[in-house]
């Protein structure tokens, strides 16, 4: 069995930064591309960012790019969102998700593609 754990949310203000964690644990496996998704209520969940561990090739959603950065470590199956200029469209709960095999990268951004997923970290943005 699988799991990734989150860790690293909170309340903060608009413009304040958080460091999001996920770490994967359970049987031995290993990951081709981590990824965030965020949800916030009564919308669907959203694709922010992922990492592709061949080559660490990086991608973003746009309500995101150039304030936020994914970063991890392949071999302990480990990813971080680092999150600066936070802003309130911000707040959602945001989901850690695994991928065990290669897939395209035209669908990293789909649920679908996903076979493991976290609990859920929240993370709220003041105004």
């Known amino acids: 069995q699988v799991q990734l754990v989150e860790s690293g949310g909170g309340l903060v203000q608009a413009g304040d930064s958080l460091r999001l964690s996920c770490v994967g644990s359970?049987?031995?496996?290993?990951?081709?591309?981590m990824a965030w998704f965020r949800q916030a209520p009564g919308k669907e969940r959203e694709f922010v960012a992922a990492?592709?561990?061949?080559?660490?090739?990086?991608y973003y959603g746009d309500s995101v790019k150039g304030r936020f950065t994914i970063t991890g470590e392949n071999a302990a199956n480990t990813v971080y969102l680092q999150m600066n200029s936070l802003k309130p469209e911000d707040t959602a709960v945001h989901y850690c998700?695994?991928?065990?095999?290669?897939?395209?990268?035209?669908?990293?951004?789909?649920?679908?593609?996903?076979?493991?997923w976290g609990q859920g970290t929240q993370v709220t943005v003041s105004s």
């Open positions: 359970g049987r031995t496996f290993a990951t081709y591309v």
């Open positions: 998700a695994a991928a065990l095999f290669p897939a395209s990268s035209g669908t990293y951004s789909q649920t679908a593609s996903y076979g493991y």
């Open positions: 990492i592709r561990w061949t080559g660490r090739s990086t």
